[in-house]
């Protein structure tokens, strides 16, 4: 009489399996809050960069729109380079650039985990 596969696996390895699960889920999760992470810094950068460049030239909303176009010609597969959300990006960093420096650098900052849609909807919701 052949043995089924279920009575030559060890007793524990229900437990086992569940345990590696809740490993992989748990490494996705920080995996994404990661990649979200970077991302706002990212977004906090490019608001900083044109925020600064548009009050030292005296740049307009053309320009803004340009870059937006720009960008997502060189990086046709990636979303969040629209005109709308490249001025999201300015009022990002407008929003938070007067915010008291922490003893903390300032990029380890809670509104760094937040993710940017949040973000951007707490900004529209104070203008």
């Known amino acids: 009489m052949a043995k089924t596969q279920q009575s030559v696996l060890p007793p524990v390895y ?24 970077e991302m706002i810094k990212l977004y906090w950068e490019i608001g900083k960069l044109i925020f600064e460049k548009q009050k030292d030239e005296r740049w307009g909303a053309k320009v803004i729109e340009k870059i937006g176009k720009d960008l ?22 407008t929003a938070y650039q007067m915010v008291p420096q922490p003893v903390a650098p300032f990029d380890k900052l809670p509104i760094f985990d937040i993710p940017w849609g949040h973000n951007a909807v707490i900004k529209e919701t104070q203008s």
Request: charged share 30%; proline share 4%; no cysteine.
């Open 72 to 93: 997502q010609q060189e990086f046709p597969g990636i979303e969040g380079f629209s005109r709308r959300n490249i001025f999201r990006m300015r009022a990002f960093y």
């Open 14 to 37: 229900p437990h086992l399996i569940k345990e590696l699960k809740d490993k992989i889920r748990v490494a996705q999760l920080k995996a994404h809050l990661s990649v979200n992470r």
